[in-house]
């Protein structure tokens, strides 16, 4: 297929996906539920930690994580007490457990408390193309305090070559903002150009067909790889192609 001709398949593709049909199957449904930016934020970065899996299982489960928190995560986060955190005690999802989930509300109550908001670390840390330093530097801050040694594999690090799948997801939910209304587009500081699409078997696997990724594992290297090409495509918003990719491995079995 010829690069117009792809060019113009994918962007068919993202038509088709990208629209507020696509929220009620999807984590991204999480973080629709709020209205106050500390509330989305916090309800999309639990929920797309969790995402990974059968996907009816990570949005029950990030309801759990709602519930637990009341349903109003910022305040939760602001104010818990030691019996507020012992309401996790039995949540699980897949290896995150308790434990993780306590970690995460305390790490969270110290990001805002010491920089402010979730949206500032990443804005002060961004590069000139790209979010992985930054989102290898949110790693650092978010273990600042005591760290919890078991939850550190639920953060990834693009600098240690991962393609941090699950933040990247984040990114792009907090960052991107257009009429559809799928992605929430809360962070303004962060121009959508430098997003990566969020990388993982379904769409790795529906770009090595297209022949727009060449690596076979899905890690940073092939993130990068796949970031030229859809930067190609679209300078401004690359990581559009997100739909395309995911709607075609997904709901299509390309």
Known sequence: MKFDELKDFLDEKVNQYNTLDFIETDPVQIPHRYQQKEDIEIAGFLAATIAWGNRKMIINNANKMMNIMGNSPYDFVMSFSEDDLNKADGFVHRTFNADDFKYFIR????????????????????????MQEAISKFKTIFFEIEPLERAKKHISDPLNNSAAKRINMWLRWMVRKDANGVDLGIWKSIPTSKLSCPLDVHSGNVARKLGILTRKQNDAKALKELDFKLREMDQNDPVKYDFALFGLGVFEGF
């Open 107 to 130: 790490s969270l109550k110290h990001i805002y408390t010491t920089y402010h908001d979730l949206e500032n670390v990443f804005s002060q840390h961004q590069s000139d193309d790209s």
